[in-house]
């Protein structure tokens, strides 16, 4: 059935629209109800549940949102392990699909710092980061680890001084996901997945909370960590995971602290975890991390209160503020790689190296997931048993990574 361009999808809550015409596709499991505009060929505004009013073209719900029905392989996640998994896998010719379940580019708590290693697997996979993800400054020398309020050392990105770029998350990951090769779709929540014969069958619903049904051979979960995935295959390892949440604010103004260091402050009474700060296109990015259950705002405002008294932050109007949560299974390396055809990759699966570095692992086990399936397709291997294979050495240097912060900060980084 041919259907005009799609410009907007009712969702049932207001009054069927006038000068539109409505069809209905169904195809077994799959019913979408379709509008496009008889009157004129313009972009109207639109509300999409997914996101906040917008008068830009509709992105997550179009024409081409019926999809295909099987996939050699289904992403979870849009993120740097999702992103890399799918080049992995595209490049030899596998059919892939990336379900993201906000809508995209997305924002995401990171320092936005492309360390050295993860910028030789960015420009390997998919070539110079752009500009456009830049942010000023465009790099920077390194962190600083502050012991107390006037004692600190630096850890340089790299001997020649050159620095590490410097990126807004989103845009970096917009990049990375778009370049993937992979068919993409936001506003895509994952609700239930099961076995039928041999594949998988995986139920979704789109920002209309309609379901689409699609069935694959493997299905890789890069969900970040907070894995409804991972929670439905494994209750038991789910229920023994602790947790910690992560806070940070953007605001204009200014400080006396060097831009070009990413700063970290070891102090407990900032945070259970750790304090930091960086300047990003001139806002001043302040965060600290505590166990969940534990009271956030009294860490923050001490925190806030020795960076006014000692460094000469000001600050003018919030811009943002998010939290996230993340857990201990990075530190105890606790590591959950999948089971049977569905494997876990980036810090769903564990990765996540000392102080809230995540990019570098999450390009790796997304590589070594890609790998491990290429090869099981190629040759009847058991994709599970090789990644464990593949990953053995990045498992090992997350653990150090741990250690070692841990000995620089002279006590767990993650008391949990």
Not at 90 to 118: A, D, H, M, N, Q
Not at 160 to 168: E, L, M
Not at 351 to 357: D, T, Y
Request: hydrophobic residues 35%.
């Amino acid at each position: 059935m041919k259907v005009q361009p799609l410009r907007r999808m009712y969702s049932g809550r207001e009054a069927e629209p006038t000068g539109f015409k409505r069809y209905s596709f169904v195809d077994k499991e799959i019913k979408i109800i379709l509008y496009y505009y008889s009157v004129s060929e313009k972009n109207i505004p639109y509300k999409c549940p997914c996101e906040e009013r917008s008068d830009e073209p509709l992105s997550c719900i179009t024409e081409e949102y019926v999809l295909k029905k099987m996939y050699d392989v289904v992403i979870v996640g849009a993120g740097p392990s999702g992103a890399a998994a799918a080049r992995g896998l595209t490049t030899e010719g596998l059919k892939v699909l990336v379900v993201e379940k906000k809508k995209l580019p997305r924002y995401k708590i990171c320092s936005g710092i492309i360390f050295p290693k993860s910028q030789a697997l960015t420009e390997r996979l998919f070539g110079k980061i752009p500009q456009s993800a830049y942010v000023t400054p465009n790099f920077l020398k390194g962190v600083r680890l502050w012991s107390d309020t006037e004692h600190f050392t630096d850890w340089p990105f790299n001997k020649d001084g050159a620095g590490a770029p410097n990126v807004w998350r989103s845009e970096y990951d917009q990049w990375l996901i778009k370049n993937s090769g992979a068919e993409i779709r936001d506003c895509c929540d994952i609700k239930a997945f099961k076995a039928v014969g041999d594949y998988l069958e995986v139920e979704c619903r789109n920002g209309h909370d309609e379901p689409i049904v699609i069935q694959c051979k493997y299905l890789i979960s890069a969900e970040g960590s907070r894995s409804f995935i991972r929670a439905q295959i494994d209750p038991e390892f789910e229920k023994a995971i602790r947790w910690f949440i992560a806070y940070q604010s953007y605001y204009e103004g200014d400080s006396l602290l060097d831009p070009c260091f990413y700063h970290g402050f070891l102090d407990p009474h900032y945070g259970e975890v750790y304090a930091w700060f960086s300047v990003k296109d001139g806002l001043q990015i302040l965060g600290t991390a505590v166990r969940k259950g534990s009271r956030l705002y009294p860490y923050l405002n001490k925190y806030v209160e020795i960076l006014k008294n000692n460094y000469g932050l000001k600050l003018g109007k919030l811009r943002r503020k998010a939290s996230c949560l993340g857990n201990d299974m990075c530190p105890a390396g606790r590591f959950y790689l999948g089971k049977g055809n569905i494997l876990l990759v980036g810090e769903a699966a564990g990765f996540l190296n000392a102080f809230g570095e995540g990019i570098s692992c999450a390009l790796s086990s997304g590589l070594f997931a890609s790998e491990a399936i290429n090869k099981s397709m190629k040759t009847g291997g058991d994709a599970l048993t090789l990644y464990h294979e593949l990953t053995k050495v990045e498992q090992r240097l997350t653990k150090l990574s741990w250690r070692l912060g841990s000995k620089i900060a002279g006590r767990d980084l993650m008391p949990l």
